[in-house]
């Protein structure tokens, strides 16, 4: 058979968008994609700059069952719920690569700083709404999770869940004040009214974690469990908070605070959950960056995390695929992959800046080996993987196409303005072989399974279901890379 010149043309076009002249993949492109998925998970009043046109306003009654303005934020994945935790934790997490690698996503930056914003926006009325109060999720989880449905149309219950003195919850208040301080340093030069209100909001939401300790999974019961229910605890999120605190105003009280804590033992994982390794790494900075010698105890223990999680070191404990994909629980293992990356890229530039190296047993570790390591990961989720199956949705030619995410998968309120009912969004569209009508561009699911399978299904929400805190671990792996190889 014969192929046309239009053939050839068409096909090398479609390669040269994915990988540079170099065979690197595009990092700048899949940069620029990660950043615009936060624009479709937007609840609230969407402004005139939207560029995911096919989603609309949704959730602006939001916060008025209390007589509360909570609109704004983001749903957290493929649900219509805001879940503040994950929330926050994205948010520092966006926060926090910006300041690392900031000058190396050039135009994207002002992009990253938007994106931060939509959820601080929303988390500073979670934390001044009412006095003794702290706001922590819109949505009856529960009710959400058995209907299908756009959020633009959605009339499942808006309920609305905080913590306070007798409900505590020092896990989400802390986790609030890290985002809120991280993020206040993003703004600090560009807009310091902004991040003086940031970074006061935040002393105040932690000194509120601190005053009135306890697990919000203990206060709120089924509206986060088990869903995002705190299954390490709190302490973790008190030490990310007085670390973030301690970064932004330098104040012995933070630091005072982190060393009451205490070092925990390094664990081999970084989430949304666990905060332990995150806190280390950036407190591993003082001593690196700045020669500290009073902070060479987090550089150990950041340095224990990493001997954990490199494949030749002899005291890892993670697993890898076959086809070299770093792999750690079965649901959403991506989540773990590109905020372990994220801390592996940032603890890569420590290391160059200070030219120090250090060893797992008898394996040398230097900041090349790090960048090898999250080149490795970043490059699989873009497609170098035994699928050759990008995991970011519009990245390349093969992606997932079934996204377990309801507004992706059911069509625009533009072009079908008709409610569409619980049930039969479930009946019409949630399991239907088709592809979704509606392309959540930049979107990074939860990836393949531990022998490299992905099978695109919508109804498999371990491996199909894109999430926030996924893409704002791979936010700053890509700008590190892209500043790496850049052609």
């Not at 219509?80 to 930056?109: D, I, R």
């Amino acid at each position: 058979m014969k192929l046309s010149n239009h053939f050839f043309l068409a096909l090398f076009l479609s390669l040269i968008t994915v990988f540079r002249v170099n065979g690197n993949p595009d990092y700048m492109d899949a940069l620029a994609k990660s950043i615009l998925f936060f624009q479709g998970q937007r609840s609230g009043r969407l402004p005139a700059s939207q560029q995911v046109l096919w989603r609309s306003s949704s959730g602006l009654s939001d916060g008025q069952l209390a007589h509360v303005d909570l609109t704004g934020g983001y749903y957290d994945a493929g649900d219509n719920v805001k879940f503040n935790l994950p929330m926050a934790y994205t948010t520092t997490m966006l926060s926090w690569n910006a300041l690392e690698h900031g000058k190396k996503m050039g135009a994207q930056l002002p992009k990253v700083r938007e994106a931060i914003r939509w959820a601080t926006d929303y988390l500073l009325k979670c934390a001044r709404a009412e006095p003794g109060k702290l706001f922590v999720g819109v949505g009856d989880p529960n009710a959400d999770h058995k209907c299908w449905e756009r959020p633009e149309d959605m009339d499942t219950a808006r309920t609305v869940y905080f913590v306070s003195s007798s409900n505590p919850g020092s896990d989400v208040a802390a986790e609030t004040a890290a985002a809120l301080a991280a993020a206040s340093l993003v703004f600090r030069k560009v807009d310091p009214v902004y991040s003086r209100v940031l970074l006061i909001t935040a002393k105040n939401v932690f000194n509120f974690a601190v005053k009135y300790k306890g697990s919000y999974s203990d206060s709120l019961g089924s509206a986060v469990c088990p869903f995002y229910c705190s299954y390490s605890g709190y302490q973790d999120e008190l030490l990310w908070g007085a670390t973030w605190l301690f970064r932004a105003t330098n104040d012995i009280a933070y630091l005072n605070s982190i060393r009451s804590l205490g070092a925990s033992n390094a664990p081999d994982i970084f989430s949304w959950d666990n905060k332990f390794a995150g806190a280390f790494v950036l407190l591993s900075r003082r001593a690196l960056v700045d020669n500290d010698r009073a902070f060479e105890t987090y550089k150990q223990k950041a340095e224990d995390f990493i001997c954990k999680i490199l494949p030749d070191s002899p005291y890892s404990s993670t697993q890898y695929t076959p086809g070299g994909l770093m792999y750690k629980l079965s649901a959403s293992n991506l989540q773990y992959v590109t905020s372990i990356t994220s801390l592996i890229t940032i603890y890569a530039k420590y290391m160059a800046a200070s030219k120090q190296n250090f060893n797992c047993g008898n394996l040398l570790v230097t900041s090349t080996t790090l960048r090898i390591l999250a080149k490795k990961q970043v490059d699989y989720i873009l497609g170098e993987n035994p699928l050759k199956m990008s995991y970011m949705v519009g990245y390349g030619t093969n992606y997932p196409r079934r996204i377990h995410h309801r507004g992706s998968s059911l069509p625009s309120i533009k072009t079908y303005p008709q409610s569409i009912s619980c049930n039969e969004g479930y009946q019409r569209f949630y399991y239907t072989s088709n592809p979704n009508p509606n392309k959540l561009i930049g979107a990074v699911v939860g990836g393949p399974d531990k022998n490299d399978y992905f099978p695109d299904d919508r109804t498999d929400y371990s491996h199909s279901e894109p999430a926030t805190y996924i893409n704002a671990g791979i936010v700053g792996p890509l700008a590190y890379l892209a500043g790496s190889y850049a052609t």
